[in-house]
């Protein structure tokens, strides 16, 4: 599984001793002692999860917890020393996915992050594909376009997913049969082009999927 745990701590002695027993469990660490660098890092670079103190030197933990689900799903599991119930409640409205209290050990972290890996990443099937705008969904089966849902008829959304796995690449119609359809259909490749224009029409996105004369069909990331 591609991407890094991004650690947010300022507190360097315990940054560096929680970075060397992640990296020890063989996570890739970023490691990073404010709200600001760790938002800068988020949008350059792959993250799996964020480990991400409560109280940091410049923007509060919960707010930078907030930013982050503004724009990304990514886990996160809160650190902090203030263990009473309302600031755990808050965490957890803040978007945080759990919440380990000061002091902890490192092993008790590492499980606490196993389990919302576990849950955030449960299998191949649930993760995303994107292509440009275009989320899709394939264990909940679901499309959005700029975050708005978009209803798709169930051959649409194979397509669709079956174009965007194979994105930059010219795929024949009588293969999109056989691949979508099953080798038993027996339509012709007509309903292919219908069901491209459908795609189009509904994602409103009609580059996305280009028209390859004599070929086939492409999928493109914009
Ligand atoms: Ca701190």
Known sequence: MAGSVLLVEDEENLASLVAAYLEREGYGVVSVGSGAEALQVLEREPVRLVVLDLALPDIDGL???????????????????????????????????????????????????????????????EQLLVLGDVVLRRGAREVTVADEPVELRPKEFDLLAYLTQNRGIVISRE????????????????????????????????????????????????
């Open 63 to 125: 707010e930078v917890c907030r930013q982050i689900r503004t724009r990304s799903s990514v886990p996160v599991v809160m650190l902090t020393a203030r263990d009473d119930p309302p600031d755990r409640l808050a965490g957890l409205a803040a978007g945080a996915d759990d919440y380990i209290g000061k002091p902890f050990s490192p092993l008790e972290l590492v499980a606490r992050m196993k389990a919302v890996l576990r849950r955030a990443e449960p299998d191949v099937d």
């Open 175 to 222: 293969l999109l049969l056989e691949r979508v359809w099953g080798f038993d259909y027996s339509g012709g490749t007509r309903t292919v082009d219908v069901h491209v224009a459908q795609l189009r029409r509904k994602l409103g996105r009609p580059g996305l999927i280009r028209t390859i004369r004599g070929a086939g069909y492409k999928a493109v990331q914009p």
